[in-house]
């Protein structure tokens, strides 16, 4: 599995548009998102910086995203809420992080205690 995080950053007075973009999100782009082997997406908001999340769990991920990309759904949404983002010190409008840490933080067996 491939966990991925990235940062944007939204156009000043458009948090109220996506955020109602977002509660309501067109079944096209839940569906595009599972065809595209993502799970687990969320989006944070800190002021107008966002941080979202999400884990790719298929095997060709830039194939996979190229064809969620290719999708008219998927058009149409990012122009929908891409109008709300803007780009960051000139870079792109999404930002992937690099992940330097991960723990899962699953149950210890009696044998992992201290």
């Known amino acids: 599995m491939k966990r991925i995080g990235t940062i944007s950053k ?12 977002h509660k309501n ?9 599972h065809d ?3 799970q687990n997406f969320s989006i944070f908001r800190w002021g107008d910086y966002l941080f979202s999340y999400y884990e790719y769990t298929g095997d060709d991920f830039e194939g996979d995203m190229e064809k969620k990309a290719a999708l008219p759904v998927s058009q149409d949404w990012q122009a929908a809420t891409g109008k709300c983002r803007q780009l960051i010190n000139g870079e792109a409008r999404f930002i ?12 210890l067996s009696e044998t992992d205690t201290p």
């Open 36 to 38: 595209a082997h993502m």
């Open 25 to 33: 999100v067109w079944p096209g782009v839940i569906q595009a998102g």
């Open 96 to 107: 992937e992080l690099e992940e330097i840490w991960h723990e899962d933080f699953s149950p």
């Open 10 to 21: 939204l156009v000043p007075g458009t948090a109220d548009e996506y955020i109602e973009l």
